[in-house]
């Protein structure tokens, strides 16, 4: 739908939903099942749904993800995003909702998929391939880099690593830090029915995360 958000911009989304034989590649940037890269204080609003669905969509790039490729520090709201049956390739981080996501410096989680929102965040039988070797692979981001705490909750997850001599997490492939001085947080609650399969050879793999460290 939408390549790069500069930073500050503001995508609204009524209804979408994506499925069939679509391929969105970024060889050597970031792609995504809606948005490739989201730039510093962008945001998304999902309003009414947005599906990808389908065992023949496929997003491939060096940062992969299910809804969007590469993000920092955006703003994510609605009602409802439901990635479901798609291959995400990623050569550095692939992620069910998101590659690689650097948060900002004063939020502290997706709050707008908590609570009376609980059931609305969905990544279900995505399969995630990583192309390289350790990179990292998450059921909701394949890297996530800590410049505040910083929560995930309500939420639910389902995926299978494909790549071979990864990191793999069922919820983060690599948690980092912005220096190596900081202490981050990372809190997580509520996440329906956690589900990871893996038939491959790994460099890491967990229930939560994969690897902790690294700036």
Known sequence: LCNTM??????????????????????????????????????????????????????????AGGLIGRGTDVKLGGTKVTIA???????TAAGGLIGSYT???????????SGSNASTLKVNNVTLNTTTDNAY???????????????????????????SRAYYGGLVGQVKEDSADSLRA???????NPNTTTTVNLQGYAGAVAAVGGT
């Not at 410096?105 to 997706?110: D, R």
């Not at 981001?141 to 910083?150: I, S």
């Not at 990372?186 to 329906?192: C, D, K, W």
């Open 103 to 113: 948060t900002g410096v004063s939020e502290n989680g997706f709050t707008s998929y």
């Open 85 to 91: 049956g798609a291959t995400v390739k990623g050569s």
């Open 6 to 63: 500069n930073e500050g911009s503001t995508l609204s989304v009524d209804s979408l939903t994506v499925g069939g034989a679509v391929s969105v590649t970024a060889t050597n940037g970031s792609a995504g099942g809606l948005v490739g890269l989201m730039n510093s204080g962008a945001s998304l609003t999902v309003n009414a749904g947005v599906e990808t669905i389908g065992s023949n969509f496929t997003i491939t790039g060096q940062n």
């Open 186 to 192: 990372l809190t997580i609650s509520g996440i329906s």
């Open 137 to 163: 692979a998450g059921g909701l981001f394949g890297v996530l880099e800590l410049k505040q705490d910083f929560s995930i909750s309500d939420a639910s997850v389902a995926s299978t690593i494909a790549g």
